[in-house]
């Protein structure tokens, strides 16, 4: 069922898709395990899940699709997931504009008495997310050439370290995100979109630009955002104020100047 939603980003009546169910990434994967935690954070009762052992994506299908498709690993520093305004307000915007969004959720490394690591169960768990959506492109009206994955503050940790893996996803949009040590960049790690505030902490704020530098080094296309007065967390919110709440149209662009947006006949 469709829904009339109205956006205050662009302050146009846009016509948004109702996201589809939950799609466990593996089906039969800890069935035995206890169930998600989700507390409601204030003060806008924002969701906030803990306990995840059942990886899973929830799919935003546009109305016009372009083909284009995104990965959404939302942040809580490994040990919860933000997954409203780093997540489905995002999903919903991108989906709203042409590109499918799918909001992960992934194990949590260091959550209190976890046995997961970040480079082991929760990095599988986005490249799984990928590969899931490839393999039900045609389903979901997807390219399977043209998915990326974006990530906020821990997940960009994840998306980071997908990008210079084998599995390649099409782009990488890293959006005040923890950087990865030693990242093995090269002329084949997948195209940046780079998005920080001047005042977040120092490893963010002046880590992403030193990681904008080391691309273009290595010889990867990417662009770089940092906006002034601006801290860790931002997301995407209604009542964003200021140039920054713009990022996702500044992404869009970015997409669409890399001919992601166009749709195959």
């Known amino acids: 069922m469709n829904r009339i939603l109205l956006l205050p980003l662009t302050g146009v009546l846009l016509l948004a898709v109702t996201p589809g169910h939950e799609v466990l990434l ?10 998600e935690v989700t507390r409601l954070a204030p003060p806008r009762n924002e969701r906030v899940v803990s306990n995840v052992h059942r990886p899973s994506i929830t799919p935003y299908l546009p109305a016009g699709p372009t083909g284009a498709a995104v990965i959404i690993a939302p942040g809580g520093g490994h040990r ?11 999903a919903r915007w991108l989906s709203d504009h042409g590109v499918a969004a799918f909001v992960l959720k992934y194990r ?3 959550e209190k008495d976890s046995k997961y690591t970040i480079e082991g169960e929760a990095l599988s768990d986005a490249l799984k997310a990928l590969e899931v959506v490839r393999a039900r492109a045609v389903e979901w009206k997807v390219d399977a050439a043209r998915v990326g994955i974006m990530g906020f503050s821990a997940g960009g ?25 030693n ?3 090269t002329k084949d790690t997948s195209p940046a979109f780079l998005v920080c505030g001047e005042n977040d902490r120092q490893n963010i704020s002046q880590g992403l630009p030193e990681l904008y530098l080391a691309l273009k080094k290595a010889g990867v296309s990417a662009e770089l955002h940092v906006y002034s007065g601006v801290g860790h967390g931002f997301g995407l919110r209604d009542d964003m104020k ?3 709440k ?10 669409g100047a890399r001919g992601l947006l166009t749709a195959k006949p």
């Open 183 to 185: 990242l093995n960049l």
């Open 80 to 90: 919860e997931l933000w997954t409203d305004h780093e997540g489905h307000n995002i």
């Open 242 to 244: 200021g140039p920054v």
């Open 108 to 110: 949590l490394a260091r």
């Open 246 to 255: 713009e990022w996702v149209i500044r992404f869009h662009e970015w997409l």
């Open 26 to 35: 593996v089906p039969d994967q800890n069935a035995g395990a206890p169930a």
């Open 157 to 181: 940790d994840l998306a980071a370290l997908a990008a210079v893996s084998p599995a390649k996803p099409a782009f990488q949009a890293l959006i005040y995100p923890a950087i990865p040590k």
